[in-house]
């Protein structure tokens, strides 16, 4: 038989996880038909309870799928709310990674129910329209549907890279401000470790096929499972970027903490003139007592808006804080500076590379206003 036929596990396959009740089989069943050439393609590796080999804890395999999956698939049905697995466990912990922006929900409409007010009812359903998959005269259509928009799902999800270590889109659009880094590090962790068991697994079934006799069926499992091993691998080193990124973060938190930012203002203020002993007589760059401590203001001003850019991973628009300028904007281009240096002094390289991005923006932001 000719490897074209041989399903391809790319480490680029998006992991798929399908919640569903076990009375739907039937239409799972046709789904996964619809799904295998995305499979074949190496564009999504598909997982569901009927997958878990016999010995293994079943409850374990789901939540260890669950929590690593990059799509969620809910068969939605009137058995799938009489479940209390599918709707109490499942579709919590699914909409908990969708919120948190590590996983993406899609809910496919199997059959006709009142599915409107549902906790996912605000998700883009298929197929189009969310009309339910049994009411189409031609269910295969209905399938077809399913499989463009799965397909166009696990292809955004590639294309833009799931983890996105450099930067966690996963908070990006949190513009209050408000600290949840803690408890994002924690939903990480827990994916890290789920992580880790899969590969423990596969590694443990690896050696067990290796130390046998190598038949057909065991060179093509083998193939499939090193497939799957090094798109957890890649997954798994995007994954402790991300973490490692957000706890230089909270370490730059802790230095800009709110207790400390007018101290740290006044200490800043206090080094600039202490190095540019000059300005002290120079009317037109610094002016009045009354104009240098508005100075000090506005420097705490520019701090909180670095705690606030450093706890949503991005510089917030500047417009936020409002300040014209009192003084030459040179002063003000001094203090940018003084702050990284005394950061330098005070916090490792690593977090001063991550105060900088913020720090940079505001030097940039008064270069280029000049």
């Known amino acids: 038989m000719s490897n074209e036929l041989t399903p391809v596990q790319s480490s680029q396959s998006v992991e798929v996880f399908v919640s569903y009740s076990h009375k739907d089989e039937n239409l799972l069943k046709r789904l996964e038909a ?3 050439i995305l499979k074949r393609q190496g564009v999504i590796s598909l997982w569901h309870d009927r997958k878990i080999t016999p010995g293994r804890e079943w409850a374990n395999e789901i939540d260890s799928n669950l ?8 068969l939605v049905s009137v058995n799938f709310f009489e479940s209390d697995y599918c709707y109490g466990i499942e579709l919590k912990r699914a909409l908990e990674r969708h919120e948190a922006g590590v996983a993406r929900v899609i809910p496919i409409i199997i059959r006709p129910v009142d599915w409107q007010n549902a906790p996912f009812a605000k998700l883009n359903a298929l197929p189009k329209d969310g009309k339910p998959v049994t009411t189409w005269r031609n269910r295969d259509e209905a399938f077809v549907d399913v499989a463009r928009g799965i397909r166009e799902a696990a292809t955004e999800l590639t294309t833009n890279d799931r983890a996105k270590a450099t930067r966690p889109s996963t908070v990006s659009g949190n513009s209050k401000g408000e600290d949840i880094t803690p408890i994002k590090q924690e939903q990480l962790q827990r994916e890290i470790q789920d992580i880790n068991n899969k590969l423990n697994q596969i590694s443990q079934e690896l050696d067990r096929i290796r130390s046998t006799s190598v038949v057909r069926e065991d060179s093509q499992k083998e193939e499939e499972l090193e497939g799957q091993k090094a798109n957890l691998e890649e997954k798994l080193k995007d994954l402790e970027d991300v973490v490692q990124y957000m706890r230089l973060h909270q370490k730059v938190l802790e230095w800009l903490d709110g207790d400390r930012v ?5 200490e800043t203020v206090k080094e600039v003139f202490t190095e540019h002993p000059e300005w002290e007589n120079l009317e037109e760059k610094v002016g009045s007592p009354e104009k240098i401590k508005q100075f000090r203001y506005d420097i705490e001003d520019y701090l909180r808006w670095l705690r606030r850019s450093t706890t949503v991973y991005q510089p917030l628009p500047l417009e936020q804080i409002d300040i014209t300028p009192t003084l030459n904007r040179d002063v003000y281009l001094e203090a940018f500076k003084v702050i990284q240096k ?3 002094r005070e916090l490792s390289p690593d977090e001063v590379g991550a105060l900088e991005i913020y720090t940079s923006y505001l030097i940039e932001h008064f270069t280029s206003s000049d």
Do not use: M
């Not at 929590?67 to 809910?74: E, F, G, K, S, Y």
């Open 342 to 344: 005394k950061a330098s």
């Open 262 to 266: 007018k101290l740290l203002a006044e």
């Open 34 to 36: 619809h799904l295998s």
């Open 67 to 74: 929590n690593t999956a990059d799509i969620i698939l809910l």
